[in-house]
């Protein structure tokens, strides 16, 4: 993400192509689409595990295939876990990959609280149950102008909220990351305002596309991804999708987010995937996803407004953004 007040010397973040992905976009030109998301999978699965970084040396994760997912090339899993946003673990793209590498996250608890009957705190293996795990393809789009294609493993966020009987008050659910500054030394720079928070109204957290992901690539999420368990809105800017959850609240008003607190006049609650509507300091008509050479055009809600866009029809996506 980026942040204003940056020195003169910094550049956009969304301007910068690290050697390793310039270098992989080439492999990419040297490969069929279907090669590659092919051999990312089979990479995991396939015993080919000690070619990866340590962090991809991750327990597989069974799941069934979502039918409904993207068949647009994966994103190299290498790719994916080594170009990250987690400022919990440092502001650079390459950073968290390293610094998380001996973050513990089991045993995990999460708690759920607020304006529901079935409140508590779960070891996260008991709120996901492993037998109920889905593999989604979805695209995965920055605010920052760059976009990954992931598959994603885990469940939808709805059943867990079914489970937990929400009152009829509340109308958002509040998420927030591990505060631990020793576990998460970049806690201890305020770069933001810690824990990390997010939120969603309840009717986006119900949402059929909305996950609780605790896998990628058919193994556990490498925690630069957000172990053991993070959110994936695939509507929504990247940012939305908050890692290392460890409290969930129902609530009847709209939660603060972390990056509405940084800075309210660039990132809003909604934060939905517009081209039409520009960041203030660049167009989001555009986006470059990672492997790629050419920029590709945004599409509204991320490609998703079939499923999402009645949840938006008596707003004014200018003034929510
Ligand atoms: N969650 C926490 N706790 N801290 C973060 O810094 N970054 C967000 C989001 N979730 C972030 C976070 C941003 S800006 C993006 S784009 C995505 O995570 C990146 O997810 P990825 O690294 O798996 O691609």
């Not at 010397?9 to 690290?18: F, L």
């Not at 390793?20 to 092919?38: E, P, Q, V, W, Y």
């Not at 997912?69 to 899993?77: I, K, N, S, V, Y």
């Amino acid at each position: 993400m980026l942040i204003k007040n940056l020195p003169t010397s910094h550049i956009n973040e969304n301007e910068v192509t690290p050697e390793r992905i310039f270098k992989s976009r080439r492999r990419f030109l040297n490969m069929s689409a279907a090669t590659i998301g092919g051999a990312a999978i089979s990479g995991i699965a396939g015993g080919l595990l000690t070619a990866l970084p340590s962090s991809a040396r991750a327990k597989a994760m069974a799941a069934r295939k979502w039918p409904h997912g993207t068949d647009e090339a994966l994103t190299q899993f290498e790719d994916a876990t080594s170009y990250n946003n987690f400022y919990e673990f440092g502001t650079s793209k390459e950073g968290p990959r390293f610094n998380a590498e001996n973050f513990v996250t089991s045993p995990w608890t999460v708690e759920i609280l607020g304006q529901a009957k079935n409140t508590g705190t779960f070891d996260v293996w008991d709120l996901i149950k492993k037998d109920q795990l889905q593999e989604r393809i979805y695209r995965h789009r920055c605010v920052e102008g760059w976009s990954m294609v992931i598959p994603w493993v885990g469940i939808q966020l709805a059943e867990i909220i079914k489970r937990m009987e929400p009152e009829a008050n509340a109308k958002y659910v509040a998420f927030q990351t591990l505060h631990d500054s020793e576990r998460m030394p970049g806690q201890k720079r305020s770069v933001l305002q810690w824990p990390y928070v997010e939120g969603l109204r309840l009717d986006e957290a119900m949402n059929p596309l909305t996950m609780l992901a605790v896998g990628m690539y058919g193994q556990e999420l490498p925690s630069q991804n957000g172990a053991p368990i993070r959110l994936v809105v695939p509507w929504k800017y990247g940012f939305k999708g908050i890692k290392s959850i460890v409290k969930i609240e129902f609530s009847s008003t709209q939660p603060p987010t972390s990056w509405n607190i940084s800075a309210p006049n660039e990132y809003g609650f909604y934060s939905n995937v517009n081209p039409n509507v520009s960041h203030p300091r660049w167009s989001q008509a555009k986006e470059r996803r990672i492997g790629e050479f050419l920029r590709r055009k945004t599409l509204m809600f991320n490609g998703y407004a079939d499923e999402v866009a009645n949840m938006y029809s008596d707003m004014d996506l200018e003034k929510f953004f």
